[in-house]
């Protein structure tokens, strides 16, 4: 037995449940570094001299592993527990960065794709998914709310990332022209920071002792009755489920509608307003970009908090029926004031973010908590193909009509009704979820796998809330 075993992470007598979100989130926000790597792109292409499509190679290929690991490693996690899973996260997640500094010094970007890209990336993938379950069986009452914390933390590890990253590179020497030893000196203190911090989720974090429930709960048989199952689904089984492939395709193109925009947005402000009176500056354009990673961080909290209370179809309605026409707000008079570009921009985000933080407890209603983390991981697939889908068509869209001699607003019509459509798409596929057929059960009594109740462990008494 080992301090990573699943039996030595049981919460004792007089643990908070409130200890555990901050245990998520230090891992969270550390690898939300990932959406700050644009800030390595412009000092690798003038160091390494490389072409704007080569530097995006690492983070490519970091998203592509993030979906396969989570999908092929969530078995992994339920079944050796979060302390386990965090630790694989931050051994990868760092080592990715040391292997980068070790490429970025030796001037082999091959080693920083591969550190980077396929070790962090598989860091990115098992840190994403290692808290979920945990969170939603410590706040059955508000799993919404719970895993919108997490999930939260990884919109907003840009917002740190990124300023922070930047200095480093300033300071260390990285952005001049002969600027490798400072690339170099940046990926390796973010390296051991980040294993630092992350250290923190893996000591702080804890299970639930079997059985354990807040104080007071009883079981709603209102929602028992409708899509909240009482029931609990394999990973295996839940593939055979038209549930699971419907949410599929709702994530998919909630992602691929957001992304979008996320993807183009500082050329896409500027090219809306280039030929008016008060044209957008770079920096005014750099900023929007920021208020947009801001909306994209509260809308996972906001909006999966709102779906405790609303339920998630009826979330989902609103990310992908308000969205459609919050789109097409946008394209039809989205050029005539720049608030309302700004706000329809803003709401688009909250949603995109709304949508990745509300689907594990959408997961959990239709399959239980048995193995939801595996569900998950396998359903974040959708992302990775959301992540090639959704800028493909608005930069297809944009050259194509550049070509044909347009500009400003015009570049970026055609795609938003591409985007309308694919939400409608997604409307009707969450219309069609239905309460999973009980053939796809698991018999009763379900003991989750690597339990207390298999160790042999001893009871305890409940945890404080």
Same mark, same amino acid.
């Given at each position: 037995?080992?301090?990573?075993?699943?039996?030595? +992470?049981?919460?004792?007598?007089?643990?908070?449940? &409130?200890?555990?979100?901050?245990?998520?989130?230090?891992?969270?926000?550390?690898?939300?570094?990932?959406?700050?790597?644009?800030? !390595?792109?412009?000092?690798?292409?003038?160091?390494?001299?490389? $072409? *704007?499509?080569?530097?995006?190679?690492?983070?490519?290929?970091?998203?592509?592993?993030?979906?396969?690991?989570?999908?092929?490693?969530?078995?992994?996690?339920?079944r050796?527990?979060?302390?386990?899973? =965090? !630790?694989?996260?931050?051994?990868?997640?760092?080592?990715?960065? %040391?292997?980068?500094?070790?490429?970025?010094?030796?001037?082999q970007?091959?080693?920083?794709?591969?550190?980077?890209?396929?070790?962090?990336?598989i860091?990115? /993938?098992?840190?994403?998914?290692s808290?979920?379950?945990?969170?939603?069986?410590? !706040?059955?009452?508000?799993?919404?709310?719970?895993?919108?914390?997490?999930?939260?933390?990884?919109?907003?590890?840009?917002?740190?990332a990124?300023?922070?990253?930047?200095?480093?590179?300033?300071?260390?020497?990285?952005?001049?022209?002969?600027?490798?030893? *400072?690339?170099?000196?940046?990926?390796?203190?973010?390296?051991?920071?980040?294993?630092?911090?992350?250290?923190?989720?893996?000591?702080?974090?804890?299970?639930?002792?079997?059985?354990?429930?807040?104080?007071?709960?009883?079981?709603?048989?209102?929602?028992?009755?409708?899509?909240?199952?009482?029931?609990?689904?394999?990973?295996?089984?839940?593939?055979?489920?038209?549930?699971?492939?419907?949410?599929?395709?709702?994530?998919?193109?909630?992602?691929?509608?957001?992304?979008?925009?996320?993807?183009?947005?500082?050329? =896409?402000?500027?090219?809306? @307003?280039?030929?008016?009176?008060?044209?957008?500056?770079? $920096?005014?354009?750099? *900023? @929007?970009?920021?208020? %947009?990673?801001?909306?994209?961080?509260?809308?996972?909290?906001?909006?999966?908090?709102?779906?405790?209370?609303?339920g998630?179809?009826? =979330?989902?309605?609103?990310?992908?029926?308000?969205?459609?026409?919050?789109?097409?707000?946008?394209?039809? !008079?989205?050029?005539?004031?720049?608030?309302?570009?700004?706000?329809?921009?803003?709401?688009?985000?909250? @949603?995109?973010?709304?949508?990745?933080?509300?689907?594990?407890?959408?997961?959990?209603?239709?399959?239980? +908590?048995?193995q939801? /983390?595996?569900?998950?991981?396998?359903?974040?697939?959708? &992302?990775?193909?959301?992540?090639?889908?959704?800028?493909?068509?608005?930069?297809?869209?944009?050259?194509?009509q550049?070509?044909?001699?347009? $500009?400003?607003?015009?570049?970026?019509?055609?795609?938003?009704?591409i =985007?309308?459509? %694919?939400?409608?798409?997604?409307?009707?596929?969450?219309?069609?979820?239905?309460?999973?057929?009980?053939? @796809?059960?698991?018999?009763?009594?379900?003991?989750?796998?690597?339990?207390?109740?298999?160790?042999? /462990?001893?009871?305890?008494?409940?945890?404080?809330?």
């Open positions: 037995m080992t301090f990573l075993d699943r039996s030595r +992470t049981v919460a004792p007598p007089g643990w908070s449940r &409130w200890l555990v979100p901050p245990a998520a989130l230090a891992v969270h926000l550390s690898i939300g570094q990932a959406y700050a790597w644009s800030v !390595f792109k412009p000092p690798l292409e003038t160091s390494l001299g490389l $072409s *704007g499509t080569a530097s995006a190679l690492p983070f490519q290929l970091g998203i592509v592993m993030l979906g396969l690991s989570a999908a092929f490693g969530g078995t992994l996690v339920e050796n527990g979060p302390r386990w899973a =965090m !630790f694989v996260s931050l051994v990868c997640f760092s080592s990715g960065f %040391l292997i980068s500094a070790l490429g970025a010094a030796t001037h970007f091959w080693l920083i794709v591969l550190g980077y890209g396929f070790v962090g990336g860091g990115l /993938g098992i840190g994403y998914i808290p979920v379950s945990t969170l939603m069986k410590w !706040f059955p009452d508000r799993p919404g709310m719970a895993t919108g914390i997490a999930i939260m933390g990884f919109g907003g590890g840009a917002l740190i990124s300023p922070w990253s930047s200095q480093m590179l300033e300071s260390f020497g990285g952005l001049k022209p002969e600027g490798d030893g *400072g690339i170099a000196l940046t990926f390796l203190v973010m390296g051991l920071a980040y294993a630092v911090f992350m250290a923190l989720g893996v000591l702080l974090v804890r299970v639930p002792p079997p059985g354990w429930k807040p104080d007071g709960r009883q079981p709603d048989l209102r929602k028992a009755s409708a899509l909240i199952t009482t029931a609990d689904v394999s990973a295996r089984n839940a593939l055979r489920t038209p549930q699971f492939w419907c949410l599929w395709v709702v994530l998919c193109l909630n992602v691929t509608a957001g992304i979008g925009i996320l993807e183009k947005a500082a050329p =896409m402000i500027k090219d809306y @307003f280039a030929d008016t009176p008060a044209p957008v500056s770079v $920096s005014a354009a750099a *900023g @929007f970009v920021a208020l %947009l990673s801001l909306a994209n961080m509260t809308g996972r909290l906001l909006w999966a908090s709102t779906s405790d209370l609303i998630r179809k009826s =979330m989902y309605r609103i990310y992908l029926g308000a969205g459609a026409l919050t789109y097409l707000a946008l394209a039809r !008079f989205g050029n005539d004031s720049k608030p309302l570009f700004i706000v329809c921009a803003l709401v688009i985000l909250s @949603f995109y973010g709304g949508g990745f933080a509300t689907v594990p407890a959408y997961l959990k209603d239709l399959f239980g +908590t048995y939801v /983390g595996a569900i998950h991981g396998r359903l974040l697939t959708a &992302w990775s193909t959301a992540g090639v889908l959704g800028p493909l068509i608005v930069n297809r869209v944009a050259d194509s550049e070509q044909a001699g347009h $500009s400003g607003p015009s570049l970026y019509t055609t795609s938003m009704y =985007m309308i459509g %694919l939400l409608l798409v997604g409307f009707v596929a969450n219309e069609l979820v239905r309460p999973v057929a009980p053939r @796809f059960h698991e018999p009763r009594p379900t003991v989750p796998e690597g339990s207390l109740a298999m160790e042999g /462990g001893p009871a305890h008494a409940a945890p404080q809330q």
